[in-house]
């Protein structure tokens, strides 16, 4: 069914086939294209006397197929003038059969036979002719030539029909066509629509006609050209067959009666055919099968599947999808052994049929009815209740147990994504398909099949262990497989579909090969049996489609038999070789005989393969062919195959040694030779794979190698493809590759491990992954690549690993007990170190990349120091840990904050918890007394923390539980039993706490974590091994589970998104004075600033502070004093500065402004907050029950806010406010793609507005310019618009649970009318009713409420909750009344009444369910036609057709593969939009005549209704479609995307243009051009953007896949006036890269530093590039050459954060140098540079370090370090960053000492100086942009933005100001102070 998709509406055979090429079709004779008159463009004409011989053949050749499933065949042709033509149909049909249906003028009569039907064609004379006169009146003998005046015709022949009733077969596909002479031909084409080629698309539009059975117009390039005011008629023939003309003969292709739709008849009845007799469609429901489901690939049912009983299928019928089969056989054992006695025993009276449904042969879709007794059943999933009814047609009740039932979601959560192994019984059993495209490789008890081109792999699943030999037909369409074991089984599958066909077993064991005849019909296999005697069993395997295997002989022997093959001309002769022989088989009479090969000399060798000369070449004598046989000593035999001797035998010799020491070819003759293992022969060449690791190619003589490949170990098989153009080449080390003969490149598929994998870590940073095996190697591999980029071989085994979380280090401890780490980057051994006598078991990092820790098993606890290059030894513990190598590889686990290590010890019956950092013992829990009720003592096995908000430790024990353990007290909290049937090998938990992940053996399962549902667990095998370590990768994304193989599994469950948990605030704890003993604040232990930079940074204390609101106001107010700064300090405090003295003589606005104690209760818990009340805790709580109940929904379109940590400060005054502004917002760069239906626009009136972040953008499309309404702080949500486009509605949630807030705003004036507030958690959707006055708002699935507001008064009418969430709301165009929303439980129409006399209103509404066709799934988006008809799509792709008068759903089809968000109508043209990314316009006329009453809706069925619906065009964008908005007839329109980009979509043109686009991810940098003609801008995503200013308009972007570009700068004017501007870019890898603007090109690529760049600058003369490291170092570099001139390591440690030079001349000094640069890092110090690059010198002008607190909490989420050059005065440093105040600090150079300070409110994340006006911006995590006149101490905050603001840029003339806050970026005009 997946093959007919690509071919829905219609196929352009001649397209399709590229004709003009004439590569995939044939032509003979007199073949010629010319350009028709008529038509008016070029078409081909046959002519020829012999029509046999001129002729034009699709495809090729007769072995070709077209494939081609289309119902209707369209012939778009016109006979030659009194010459005869004949047309051949190749049709396959459904029993195998192939059948040629033949039309010609030649024919007399209809002739048939079982395999061809020969059909009369009567040409059509012109109008009103003397031709056309005599063939009104005459009856008969109208057969014959073309008459002279003959017209182009279109021919169409339903396929379908043709064969049904004359053959009574089931139509498959087209084969082949055959167009002999004489005729011109346009064109063919196959469709399932029935179309009419007089009817335009303009007037099918207008008229609305449509028939019941798929008429629709012609498509565009099929079409015949008809003049303005001509008929289409007039000028052309519609011939339809079968027909309805009355001339004979009968069965005759004629013209009929006109088509109705396109006279335009007023009662258009469909023009499909009266059925002559009746026929056995053999589909019982084919009649019910939608187009859903005939696009869809089919799902098998299992084979022993009992079905119902039925007579017959009514109207409407009760669906279950194919999908739950498995669910389903399992509800009917809950019947009995009898499921139909079972189930019908519920239903009084009723009888039994003697007819069955046929099994998986209707596409995945079974229809259980009983019609007798008007009774109708079904069984649900979960419980399988049978619920009966009676009633007038069959409908499901909902079961109530299914209700109660709550299962883990979504369902499957694990999807086995990669598979890093190969082999694992065998290592020859890889295979090419026949295109060569894809190989197909055992890995254990799992079949892969992978592209090579890709790498993306299938999985046939269904083995139970090691897969040990494989086999393909010559096709490749089926696979065999065998697998080991006692009881050998065979599978057989079908590859393209990737379903299992048959299972049989062998009755053998240890199946060691298999062999596939060519044609498919005979498998042959070679066992041993329970007598270890070689056995040989060949099966027919021609029935395999139904299930059926039979044996066809089978016989034992004596000899060893390694490789049998069938023979690729004969099904019935094979050939074997092993150890003293090579036999010859044949299958004659139910007997399986062979003959020995007479080898002579030659009988005592061991023979390893055998192959047949010339591939696969079907022709010649096979008694002429040679036979090629490999051995162990090196011979090969090339054996006479009709004769059963040798003709030659050579030998495989090791290379001689030359006087040169080169190696030279090997040569055959005497002496030890070198075994060859495997050897494939193609027509051209013999390949060979040898022992000692190289694959050869020969020529057939063997005269020479021309071609070889050398490989790590031996070569265990060789295969060369169908094409001959690639060698397949597999090591006895686990590698699989292949050699490409035409370009010499050996490409490497596969790499494994050739034994167990003990233990994994993943690098979450550089996506790697470090695996250790008993092999004895540790390998790195790419996760993205699966490719091994490292090998680290050791003499013992390591049985543990351990990534550092963000170095490329990681350790590994082996069995010796020996820990080494290891530096990837430089391939480098880092430490060594031997403290452990025993194995080690448990090997861990802590999260924060300061300690290592290892066990080992004879219980030592080593803890090292991973922040010091050797990882020297800090404590070493013995006797700690439980002894024993079973709870190996993470015997040790530690807490997410690094502060706690747990594991099992001292013995196993306890745990305990120590101290990270000191390794003291916290807790110890005895976990065999936890279970009271035990007769025996239970153990533990692995520990596990969860995260560190829950505080929990689990521990899973022996008697195959899990135990939930306070981490603080070691109270038991909560257990899970019979968690596997083995005992749990690992156990972790998600991040975010919600998910569990254990092992048990070789099955993986995911639990809910807090284990409250009913199905609680999810489980997952493909393991042939016990697994050893099972983990989530860091990013949550995906699993990876380890044993046999490495298993890559993607976790489809979404990560929470909730701000309900932010993180403390890191100035809680950084501000808090260290106490005394007495517990007193001790003054003297903050280091407060006194004017001048610290020498020495101070030294950490032990313990980290603990807040204390009262110290801090101890330290403000009681000693001011005595803390005051020096007195020529000269000090300018901000009005609401949080700390020093403040000329302000009213302390209240100081707090207001941004205290202390606004943040630290910011940063407490809800429930322990010193200024709520109880009450608000009673409320507190009771929220936060509810939400621990809500779930999100699992559909893209439901509006989730991006996470941010950030808070806005409430006190910080904005600047509109205050009156005269120094900022005015100029424009906003990006549309919000996170937002939901958050774009507007209408075309009568223009009105274009989005929202990006908080602000809402209205802007001109023509000029570009923009207005900016700001009422929000949060993300905008979603936008809405009145009818009359005076009035649009923003809605935005609020933090700390507070309501949303909805703003309406005049258009016209900008001001906003009015402000709603009624939802608690966001807006989902709000739409304005037909006439305006009602305005309706959704919330989200935190409060699923309608809420109906008046549009005048704007007070709240009416508010209905609903169950489940809703997605989206629209009220109907043809009844302001009328609404109707969609969510998870389906339709919900709602009524608009009055409530009485008063102007109260209320909500009336009708729930209906989502229709069981489409499954289980939600409704996401709705839209309304102007006919009373609503259309909803689903997050499975389909489209429901309902009808709003009935409310009852009558059409569904299938419009995407994914969930579709948007919908839109206008007239009889629907619009669809998808996270799929698609855009489809669709023609939907015809859903008007199916409506229930409707003329068609009745006998239609919902195939039929399905194939109505047309997709007229379609695009894919950039991103899942989230708004869309189109003009009255959908031509054009505009379209929003996830990527944040707008486009503007005309489907007149087809065309796409990009209009408003952002970065979609976090924005990292932004800067101007010299001449401010351009600004640059870099992020997260890894690309570099250039824009145009003033248009704001993007011009170029640069990306970089996989990388994060960090910084950015311009070069300057006279640096790059030779070649033009350039942009230098550094990124996450540690490269730069420079961009050169005028060629749109990357210039130079350079990698000066190991570890990611932080910061960029240009030289003042552009001569050399300034670069910092993370890891502190700075590189100088030449932006010509790329080469490194210096590095300097001053800051080495501290991550630098700024960069910056200006031109400066240092005389005063003593210092040569023009130019001054500074750098400052993470660590608060300044390094300030004198620097002459011409003459290469670099010095260092002055060092400057700032006071700080000591011992930061968390110094990771400290604000950076900032600091700029004054533009004023280059001597003039500015310097903020984390101190003891917030404050900027003006540093002279030539004073030595800071002159100057302005306190801030709140700690600076960004800093910029503007070139006039003494202007400093600030942007800080508050959100707030604060712009201060640096000499008066003037300031306005500005609160536009939604987010931290981590980048502000002053351009250099000043004027203009970039603010960027994650990737909204605002751009100011600055107006000054």
């Given at each position: 069914?997946?093959?007919?998709?690509?071919q829905?509406?219609?196929?352009?055979?001649?397209?399709h086939?590229?004709?003009?090429?004439?590569?995939?079709?044939?032509?003979?004779?007199?073949?010629?294209?010319?350009?028709?008159?008529?038509?008016?463009?070029?078409?081909?004409?046959?002519?020829?006397?012999?029509?046999?011989?001129?002729?034009?053949?699709?495809?090729?050749?007769?072995?070709?197929?077209?494939?081609l499933?289309?119902?209707?065949?369209?012939?778009?042709?016109?006979?030659?003038?009194?010459?005869?033509?004949?047309?051949?149909?190749?049709?396959?049909?459904?029993?195998?059969?192939?059948?040629?249906?033949?039309f010609?003028?030649?024919?007399?009569?209809?002739?048939?036979?079982a395999?061809?039907?020969?059909?009369p064609f009567?040409?059509?004379?012109?109008?009103?002719?003397?031709?056309?006169?005599?063939?009104?009146?005459?009856r008969?003998?109208?057969?014959?030539?073309?008459?002279?005046?003959?017209?182009?015709?279109?021919?169409?022949?339903?396929?379908?029909?043709?064969?049904?009733?004359?053959?009574?077969?089931?139509?498959?596909h087209?084969?082949?066509?055959?167009?002999?002479?004489?005729?011109s031909?346009?064109?063919?084409?196959?469709?399932?629509l029935?179309?009419?080629?007089g009817?335009?698309?303009?007037?099918?539009?207008?008229?609305?006609?449509?028939?019941?059975?798929?008429?629709g117009?012609?498509?565009?390039?099929?079409?015949?050209?008809?003049?303005?005011?001509?008929?289409?008629?007039?000028?052309?023939?519609?011939?339809?067959?079968?027909?309805?003309?009355?001339?004979?003969?009968?069965?005759?292709?004629?013209?009929?009666?006109?088509?109705?739709?396109?006279?335009?008849?007023?009662?258009?009845?469909?023009?499909?055919?009266?059925?002559?007799?009746?026929?056995?469609?053999?589909?019982?429901?084919?009649?019910?099968?939608?187009?859903?489901?005939?696009?869809?690939?089919?799902?098998?049912?299992?084979?022993?599947?009992?079905?119902?009983?039925?007579?017959?299928?009514?109207?409407?019928?009760?669906?279950?999808?194919?999908?739950?089969?498995?669910?389903?056989?399992?509800?009917?054992?809950?019947?009995?052994?009898?499921?139909?006695?079972g189930?019908?025993?519920?239903?009084?009276?009723?009888?039994?049929?003697?007819?069955?449904?046929?099994?998986?042969?209707?596409?995945g879709?079974?229809?259980?009815?009983?019609?007798?007794?008007?009774?109708?059943?079904?069984?649900?999933?979960?419980?399988?209740?049978?619920?009966?009814?009676?009633?007038?047609?069959?409908?499901?009740?909902?079961?109530?147990?299914?209700?109660?039932?709550?299962?883990?979601?979504?369902?499957?959560?694990?999807r086995l994504?990669r598979?890093?192994?190969?082999?694992?019984?065998?290592l020859?059993?890889?295979?090419?398909?026949?295109?060569?495209?894809e190989?197909?490789?055992?890995?254990?008890a799992?079949?892969?099949?992978?592209?090579?081109?890709?790498?993306?792999?299938?999985?046939?699943?269904?083995?139970?262990?090691?897969?040990?030999?494989?086999?393909?037909?010559?096709?490749?369409?089926?696979?065999?497989?065998?697998?080991?074991g006692?009881?050998?089984?065979?599978?057989?599958?079908?590859?393209?579909?990737?379903s299992?066909?048959a299972?049989?077993?062998?009755?053998?064991h240890?199946?060691s090969?298999?062999?596939?005849?060519?044609g498919?019909?005979?498998?042959?296999?070679?066992?041993?049996?329970?007598?270890?005697?070689?056995?040989?069993?060949?099966?027919?395997?021609?029935?395999v489609?139904?299930g059926?295997?039979?044996?066809?002989?089978?016989?034992?022997?004596?000899?060893?038999?390694?490789?049998?093959?069938?023979?690729?001309?004969?099904?019935?002769?094979?050939?074997?070789?092993?150890?003293?022989?090579?036999?010859?088989?044949?299958?004659?009479?139910?007997?399986?005989?062979?003959?020995?090969?007479?080898?002579?000399?030659?009988?005592?060798?061991?023979?390893?393969?055998?192959?047949?000369?010339?591939?696969?070449?079907?022709?010649?004598?096979p008694?002429?062919?040679?036979?090629?046989?490999?051995?162990?000593?090196?011979?090969?035999?090339e054996?006479?195959?009709?004769?059963?001797?040798?003709?030659?035998?050579?030998?495989?010799?090791?290379?001689?040694?030359?006087?040169?020491?080169?190696?030279?070819?090997q040569?055959f003759?005497?002496?030890?030779?070198?075994?060859?293992?495997?050897?494939s022969?193609?027509?051209?060449f013999?390949?060979?794979?040898?022992?000692d690791?190289?694959?050869?190619?020969?020529?057939?003589d063997?005269?020479?190698?021309?071609?070889?490949?050398?490989?790590?170990?031996?070569?265990?098989?060789?295969?060369?493809?169908?094409?001959?153009?690639s060698?397949?080449?597999?090591?006895s080390?686990?590698?699989?590759?292949?050699?490409?003969?035409?370009?010499?490149?050996?490409?490497?598929?596969?790499?494994s491990?050739?034994?167990?994998?003990l233990?994994?870590?993943?690098?979450?940073?550089?996506?790697?992954?470090?695996?250790?095996?008993?092999?004895?190697?540790?390998r790195?591999?790419?996760?993205?690549?699966?490719?091994?980029?490292?090998?680290?071989?050791?003499?013992?085994?390591?049985?543990?690993?351990?990534?550092?979380?963000s170095?490329?280090?990681?350790?590994?401890?082996?069995?010796s007990?020996?820990?080494?780490?290891?530096?990837?980057?430089?391939?480098?051994?880092?430490a060594?170190?031997?403290?452990?006598?025993?194995?080690?078991?448990?090997?861990?990092?802590?999260?924060?990349?300061?300690?290592?820790?290892?066990?080992?098993?004879?219980?030592?606890?080593?803890?090292?120091?991973s922040?010091?290059?050797d990882?020297?030894?800090?404590?070493?513990?013995?006797?700690?840990?439980?002894?024993?190598?079973e709870?190996?590889?993470?015997?040790l686990?530690?807490?997410?904050?690094?502060?706690?290590?747990?594991?099992?010890?001292?013995?196993?019956?306890?745990?305990?918890?120590?101290?990270?950092?000191?390794l003291?013992?916290?807790?110890?829990?005895?976990?065999?007394?936890?279970?009271?009720?035990?007769?025996?003592?239970?153990?533990?096995?692995?520990?596990?923390?969860?995260?560190?908000?829950?505080?929990?430790?689990?521990?899973?024990?022996?008697?195959?539980?899990?135990?939930w353990v306070?981490?603080?007290?070691?109270?038991?909290?909560?257990?899970?039993?019979?968690?596997?049937?083995?005992q749990?090998?690992s156990?972790?938990v998600?991040?975010?706490?919600?998910?569990?992940l254990?092992?048990?053996?070789?099955?993986?399962?995911v639990?809910?974590?807090?284990m409250?549902?009913?199905?609680?667990?999810?489980m997952?095998?493909?393991?042939?091994?016990?697994?050893?370590?099972?983990?989530?990768?860091?990013?949550?994304?995906?699993?990876?589970s380890?044993?046999?193989?490495?298993?890559?599994?993607?976790?489809?469950?979404?990560?929470r998104?909730?701000?309900?948990?932010s993180?403390?605030?890191?100035?809680?704890?950084?501000i808090?004075?260290?106490?005394?003993?007495?517990?007193?604040?001790?003054?003297?232990?903050m280091?407060?600033?006194?004017?001048?930079?610290?020498?020495?940074?101070?030294?950490?204390?032990?313990?980290?502070?603990?807040?204390?609101?009262?110290?801090?106001?101890?330290?403000g107010?009681?000693d001011?004093?005595?803390?005051?700064?020096?007195?020529?300090?000269?000090?300018?405090?901000?009005?609401?500065?949080?700390?020093?003295?403040?000329?302000?003589?009213?302390?209240?606005p100081v707090?207001?402004?941004?205290?202390?104690?606004?943040?630290?209760?910011?940063?407490?818990?809800?429930?322990?907050?010193?200024?709520?009340?109880?009450?608000?805790?009673?409320?507190?709580?009771?929220?936060?029950?509810e939400?621990?109940?809500?779930?999100?929904?699992?559909?893209?379109?439901?509006f989730?806010?991006?996470?941010?940590?950030?808070?806005?400060?409430?006190?910080?005054?904005?600047?509109?406010?205050?009156?005269?502004?120094?900022?005015?917002?100029?424009?906003?760069?990006?549309?919000?793609?996170?937002?939901?239906?958050?774009?507007?626009?209408?075309p009568?009136?223009?009105?274009?507005?989005?929202?990006?972040?908080?602000?809402?953008?209205l802007?001109?499309?023509h000029?570009?310019?923009?207005?900016?309404?700001?009422?929000?702080?949060?993300?905008?949500?979603?936008l809405?618009?009145?009818?009359?486009?005076?009035m649009?509605?923003?809605?935005?949630?609020?933090?700390?649970?507070?309501?949303?807030?909805?703003?309406?705003?005049?258009?016209?004036?900008?001001?906003?009318?009015?402000?709603?507030?009624?939802?608690?958690?966001?807006?989902?959707?709000?739409?304005?009713?037909?006439?305006?006055?009602?305005?309706?708002?959704?919330?989200?699935?935190?409060?699923?409420?309608?809420?109906?507001?008046?549009?005048?008064?704007f007070?709240?009418?009416?508010?209905?909750?609903?169950?489940?969430?809703?997605?989206?709301?629209?009220?109907?165009?043809?009844?302001?009344?009328?609404?109707?929303?969609?969510?998870?439980?389906?339709?919900?129409?709602?009524?608009?009444?009055?409530?009485?006399?008063?102007?109260?209103?209320?909500?009336?509404?009708q729930?209906?369910?989502?229709?069981?066709?489409?499954?289980?799934?939600?409704?996401?988006a709705?839209?309304?036609?102007?006919?009373?008809i609503?259309?909803?799509?689903t997050?499975?792709?389909?489209?429901?057709?309902?009808?709003?008068?009935?409310?009852?759903?009558?059409?569904t089809?299938?419009?995407?593969?994914?969930?579709?968000?948007?919908?839109?109508?206008?007239?009889?043209?629907?619009?669809?939009?998808s996270?799929t990314?698609?855009?489809?316009?669709?023609?939907?006329?015809?859903?008007?005549?199916?409506?229930?009453?409707?003329?068609?809706?009745?006998?239609?069925?919902t195939?039929?209704?399905g194939?109505?619906?047309?997709?007229?065009?379609?695009?894919?964008?950039?991103?899942?479609?989230?708004?869309?908005?189109?003009?009255?007839?959908?031509?054009?329109?505009?379209v929003?995307?996830?990527a944040?980009?707008?486009?503007?979509?005309?489907?007149?043109?087809?065309?796409?243009?990009?209009?408003?686009?952002?970065?979609?991810?976090?924005?990292?940098?932004v800067?101007?051009?010299?001449?401010?003609?351009?600004?640059?801008?870099?992020?997260?995503?890894?690309?570099?953007?250039?824009?145009?200013?003033?248009?704001?308009?993007?011009?170029m972007?640069?990306?970089?896949?996989?990388?994060?570009?960090?910084?950015?700068?311009?070069?300057?004017?006279?640096?790059?006036s030779?070649?033009?501007?350039?942009?230098?870019?550094?990124?996450?890898?540690?490269?730069?890269?420079?961009?050169?603007?005028?060629?749109?090109?990357?210039?130079?690529?350079?990698?000066?530093?190991?570890?990611?760049?932080?910061?960029?600058?240009?030289?003042?003369?552009?001569?050399?590039?300034?670069?910092?490291?993370?890891?502190?170092?700075?590189?100088?570099?030449?932006?010509?050459?790329?080469?490194?001139?210096r590095?300097l390591?001053?800051?080495?440690?501290?991550?630098?954060?700024?960069?910056?030079?200006?031109?400066k001349?240092?005389?005063?000094?003593?210092?040569?140098?023009?130019?001054?640069?500074?750098?400052?890092?993470?660590?608060?110090?300044?390094s300030?540079?004198?620097?002459?690059?011409?003459?290469?010198?670099?010095?260092?002008?002055?060092?400057?370090?700032?006071?700080?607190p000591a011992h930061?909490?968390?110094?990771?989420?400290?604000p950076?370090?900032?600091?700029?050059?004054?533009?004023?005065?280059?001597?003039?440093?500015?310097y903020?960053?984390?101190?003891?105040?917030?404050?900027?600090?003006?540093?002279?150079?030539?004073?030595?000492q800071?002159?100057?300070?302005?306190?801030?409110?709140?700690?600076?994340?960004?800093?910029?100086?503007?070139?006039?006006g003494?202007?400093?911006?600030?942007?800080?995590?508050?959100?707030?942009?604060?712009?201060?006149?640096?000499?008066?101490?003037?300031?306005?905050?500005?609160?536009?933005?939604?987010?931290?603001?981590?980048?502000?840029?002053?351009?250099?003339?000043?004027?203009?100001?970039?603010?960027?806050a994650?990737?909204?970026?605002?751009?100011?005009?600055?107006?000054?102070?």
């Open positions: 069914m997946a093959s007919r998709v690509w829905h509406p219609y196929v352009n055979i001649f397209k086939i590229k004709i003009e090429e004439w590569k995939k079709s044939s032509r003979e004779g007199d073949v010629t294209a010319y350009m028709d008159k008529t038509l008016k463009c070029s078409v081909f004409r046959i002519r020829g006397s012999i029509p046999a011989s001129n002729y034009i053949l699709l495809p090729k050749t007769s072995s070709q197929s077209l494939g499933t289309g119902r209707f065949i369209y012939l778009l042709f016109r006979p030659s003038p009194a010459k005869h033509f004949v047309v051949h149909l190749d049709i396959a049909a459904e029993e195998s059969q192939v059948i040629r249906v033949s010609s003028n030649l024919f007399k009569e209809f002739k048939s036979t395999t061809w039907l020969q059909f009567l040409c059509g004379a012109v109008k009103d002719s003397v031709y056309d006169s005599t063939a009104k009146t005459a008969h003998d109208l057969v014959g030539p073309a008459p002279p005046m003959v017209r182009w015709t279109c021919l169409m022949m339903d396929l379908q029909y043709v064969l049904s009733v004359y053959l009574n077969r089931r139509h498959s087209l084969k082949s066509i055959k167009l002999c002479a004489n005729m031909v346009k064109n063919l084409f196959t469709s399932d029935l179309l009419d080629p009817l335009s698309f303009s007037e099918a539009k207008q008229a609305g006609l449509v028939s019941a059975l798929g008429t117009p012609m498509p565009r390039e099929m079409c015949f050209p008809v003049p303005k005011g001509g008929s289409w008629h007039d000028l052309y023939d519609y011939i339809r067959f079968p027909s309805d003309g009355s001339k004979m003969p009968f069965d005759s292709i004629q013209k009929g009666l006109p088509s109705p739709i396109s006279m335009c008849a007023s009662s258009s009845k469909s023009p499909s055919r009266e059925v002559p007799r009746r026929v056995n469609l053999s589909k019982p429901v084919q009649d019910r099968v939608s187009l859903v489901q005939q696009i869809t690939s089919p799902k098998p049912l299992p084979r022993h599947r009992s079905t119902l009983v039925t007579s017959s299928v009514p109207e409407l019928g009760v669906v279950t999808s194919g999908l739950d089969a498995k669910h389903t056989q399992e509800e009917w054992g809950s019947h009995g052994d009898d499921p139909e006695r189930c019908w025993s519920q239903a009084s009276g009723s009888r039994r049929s003697t007819s069955r449904t046929p099994p998986a042969v209707d596409g879709v079974h229809v259980y009815a009983r019609p007798e007794d008007d009774s109708a059943f079904r069984v649900e999933d979960g419980e399988g209740e049978v619920v009966c009814a009676a009633v007038s047609r069959p409908i499901s009740l909902p079961s109530v147990k299914e209700s109660r039932l709550s299962k883990l979601y979504p369902d499957p959560i694990l994504n598979i890093l192994g190969f082999g694992g019984a065998t020859k059993g890889a295979l090419w398909t026949k295109r060569g495209d190989v197909v490789y055992p890995c254990h799992i079949i892969v099949s992978m592209n090579i081109s890709s790498g993306q792999q299938r999985f046939f699943l269904g083995h139970t262990d090691k897969v040990s030999a494989l086999a393909f037909t010559g096709d490749t369409t089926l696979l065999a497989s065998a697998q080991t006692s009881q050998g089984v065979v599978r057989v599958w079908s590859y393209a579909k990737g299992c066909l299972m049989f077993k062998t009755h053998a240890s199946l090969s298999l062999s596939f005849s060519y498919g019909s005979v498998l042959c296999g070679v066992g041993k049996d329970n007598h270890s005697k070689t056995m040989v069993v060949v099966w027919s395997t021609q029935h489609s139904k059926e295997v039979t044996i066809l002989a089978k016989a034992h022997t004596d000899v060893d038999i390694q490789t049998m093959k069938i023979a690729f001309f004969d099904d019935t002769r094979m050939v074997s070789c092993g150890r003293d022989n090579v036999r010859l088989w044949r299958v004659r009479g139910g007997a399986l005989r062979s003959c020995p090969v007479s080898l002579g000399e030659y009988h005592s060798l061991d023979f390893t393969d055998v192959a047949f000369e010339e591939g696969q070449r079907s022709h010649g004598d008694e002429d062919r040679s036979l090629f046989a490999s051995s162990r000593s090196g011979h090969i035999l054996i006479d195959y009709g004769n059963v001797v040798i003709r030659n035998v050579r030998r495989l010799l090791p290379a001689h040694k030359s006087h040169s020491q080169r190696r030279e070819k040569t003759s005497t002496g030890p030779g070198i075994a060859v293992n495997s050897i022969v193609s027509s051209a013999c390949a060979t794979g040898s022992e690791g190289y694959l050869r190619l020969w020529p057939l063997f005269s020479t190698v021309f071609l070889e490949a050398e490989h790590e170990g031996p070569v265990s098989l060789v295969s060369v493809s169908a094409d001959g153009l060698v397949l080449s597999a090591t080390t686990g590698n699989l590759g292949y050699l490409d003969v035409s370009s010499r490149g050996y490409s490497t598929l596969m790499r491990h050739t034994d167990a994998v233990g994994f870590s993943v690098d979450g940073v550089r996506r790697r992954l470090t695996s250790a095996s008993r092999d004895g190697t540790v790195v591999w790419d996760m993205d690549s699966m490719q091994q980029l490292f090998d680290f071989v050791s003499e013992d085994t390591h049985c543990s690993v351990a990534f550092h979380p170095l490329q280090v990681f350790s590994c401890g082996s069995s007990g020996t820990v080494r780490v290891f530096d990837i980057a430089s391939s480098k051994l880092l060594e170190h031997s403290q452990h006598r025993g194995q080690v078991v448990g090997l861990v990092f802590s999260p924060d990349g300061e300690a290592l820790y290892s066990a080992g098993s004879l219980g030592a606890l080593v803890l090292y120091n922040s010091s290059e990882h020297h030894v800090v404590r070493v513990l013995g006797n700690v840990v439980a002894r024993g190598t709870r190996g590889p993470d015997a686990v530690i807490s997410s904050d690094s502060r706690c290590l747990a594991f099992v010890g001292p013995s196993e019956y306890t745990v305990t918890i120590m101290d990270a950092r000191s003291d013992e916290l807790l110890r829990v005895d976990v065999s007394i936890l279970d009271m009720e035990s007769t025996r003592l239970d153990s533990a096995l692995k520990v596990c923390f969860s995260p560190a908000s829950t505080a929990h430790l689990l521990v899973t024990t022996t008697a195959n539980k899990i135990l306070s981490a603080k007290t070691g109270r038991l909290l909560r257990e899970a039993s019979h968690v596997h049937k083995h749990c090998s156990v972790v998600s991040e975010d706490g919600r998910y569990l254990t092992a048990g053996h070789n099955v993986v399962k639990w809910d974590y807090r409250q549902l009913d199905i609680n667990s999810q997952f095998i493909g393991h042939s091994q016990p697994i050893s370590q099972v983990s989530f990768t860091p990013d949550q994304m995906s699993v990876v380890v044993g046999d193989a490495i298993f890559l599994w993607d976790f489809l469950a979404h990560p998104e909730s701000g309900n948990c993180p403390s605030s890191p100035t809680t704890a950084l808090t004075p260290h106490k005394s003993a007495n517990g007193e604040p001790d003054v003297h232990a280091l407060l600033s006194n004017g001048m930079p610290r020498g020495i940074a101070p030294l950490p204390f032990s313990h980290p502070p603990c807040l204390d609101i009262s110290a801090i106001d101890a330290i107010l009681e001011a004093d005595s803390l005051s700064p020096p007195e020529e300090l000269e000090e300018i405090s901000l009005h609401g500065a949080t700390s020093g003295p403040s000329p302000c003589p009213d302390p209240a707090m207001a402004a941004g205290s202390f104690l606004k943040v630290t209760e910011m940063a407490l818990a809800p429930d322990s907050s010193p200024l709520r009340t109880s009450q608000n805790r009673e409320l507190d709580n009771v929220d936060s029950d939400e621990k109940e809500t779930v999100r929904p699992d559909c893209y379109k439901h989730t806010p991006r996470f941010k940590t950030s808070t806005l400060d409430q006190t910080a005054g904005n600047a509109h406010q205050s009156g005269e502004q120094g900022l005015s917002l100029k424009a906003v760069i990006g549309y919000n793609g996170n937002g939901r239906g958050n774009m507007v626009w209408n009568d009136t223009g009105l274009f507005a989005y929202s990006c972040g908080s602000v809402v953008v802007e001109n499309l000029t570009g310019s923009q207005r900016h309404w700001q009422g929000h702080t949060e993300e905008v949500s979603t809405a618009v009145s009818n009359d486009a005076l649009v509605a923003s809605a935005a949630g609020r933090r700390d649970g507070a309501t949303s807030l909805i703003c309406i705003w005049n258009v016209q004036d900008g001001a906003c009318r009015n402000t709603l507030s009624y939802h608690r958690g966001a807006v989902q959707s709000m739409a304005f009713s037909r006439d305006d006055l009602l305005f309706l708002s959704v919330g989200d699935f935190r409060e699923p409420e309608v809420v109906l507001w008046s549009s005048r008064s007070q709240l009418l009416s508010r209905v909750c609903v169950a489940g969430p809703l997605h989206d709301v629209a009220f109907s165009p043809s009844a302001a009344s009328q609404l109707a929303c969609v969510g998870r439980l389906g339709v919900v129409f709602c009524q608009v009444t009055s409530s009485g006399p008063g102007p109260d209103l209320e909500l009336q509404v729930n209906m369910t989502i229709p069981e066709e489409v499954g289980e799934v939600e409704l996401t709705l839209c309304y036609n102007a006919n009373n609503l259309f909803t799509g997050n499975g792709g389909h489209v429901c057709v309902w009808d709003c008068l009935s409310q009852h759903c009558f059409m089809w299938e419009a995407d593969q994914g969930e579709i968000g948007v919908l839109l109508c206008r007239g009889n043209r629907l619009l669809t939009g996270n990314r698609r855009l489809k316009l669709w023609g939907v006329s015809a859903v008007q005549s199916l409506r229930p009453g409707g003329a068609g809706g009745d006998a239609a069925t195939e039929d209704r194939a109505l619906v047309l997709l007229e065009q379609e695009i894919v964008l950039d991103g899942a479609v989230v708004s869309a908005a189109f003009d009255d007839v959908l031509d054009m329109g505009i929003g995307t996830t944040g980009t707008l486009w503007y979509i005309n489907w007149v043109d087809n065309t796409s243009i990009r209009l408003i686009s952002r970065h979609k991810t976090k924005v990292n940098d800067g101007f051009s010299p001449d401010e003609t351009h600004f640059a801008t870099c992020g997260e995503d890894g690309s570099v953007r250039v824009w145009c200013s003033p248009s704001n308009e993007l011009v972007q640069f990306q970089v896949l996989n990388q994060n570009c960090k910084c950015v700068c311009w070069s300057p004017v006279q640096g790059s030779t070649g033009g501007a350039c942009v230098a870019a550094g990124y996450s890898d540690g490269t730069l890269r420079i961009f050169r603007l005028a060629s749109s090109e990357m210039e130079l690529k350079l990698q000066p530093h190991p570890v990611a760049v932080t910061s960029v600058q240009y030289s003042v003369n552009g001569l050399v590039l300034l670069s910092a490291g993370k890891d502190g170092l700075i590189a100088v570099s030449s932006p010509v050459t790329g080469k490194v001139v590095i390591g001053d800051h080495k440690g501290a991550l630098i954060t700024t960069i910056q030079c200006v031109k001349q240092y005389k005063e000094f003593g210092l040569e140098g023009n130019e001054m640069w500074l750098a400052a890092s993470a660590d608060r110090r300044v300030i540079w004198a620097s002459d690059w011409m003459k290469d010198k670099c010095e260092l002008l002055d060092w400057l370090t700032f006071p700080a930061p909490k968390d110094p990771d989420s400290l950076p370090s900032l600091a700029v050059f004054s533009p004023a005065d280059p001597g003039l440093i500015i903020t960053g984390f101190g003891v105040e917030k404050e900027l600090s003006f540093y002279s150079l030539s004073k030595k800071v002159v100057k300070k302005i306190a801030l409110s709140h700690w600076a994340t960004s800093l910029s100086l503007s070139s006039k003494r202007l400093v911006a600030v942007g800080s995590q508050e959100r707030v942009l604060k712009l201060i006149q640096s000499s008066s101490g003037r300031f306005q905050d500005f609160l536009h933005h939604s987010d931290s603001l981590q980048t502000c840029r002053f351009s250099p003339s000043g004027e203009l100001l970039f603010s960027s994650y990737n909204e970026i605002l751009l100011w005009d600055v107006q000054g102070l």
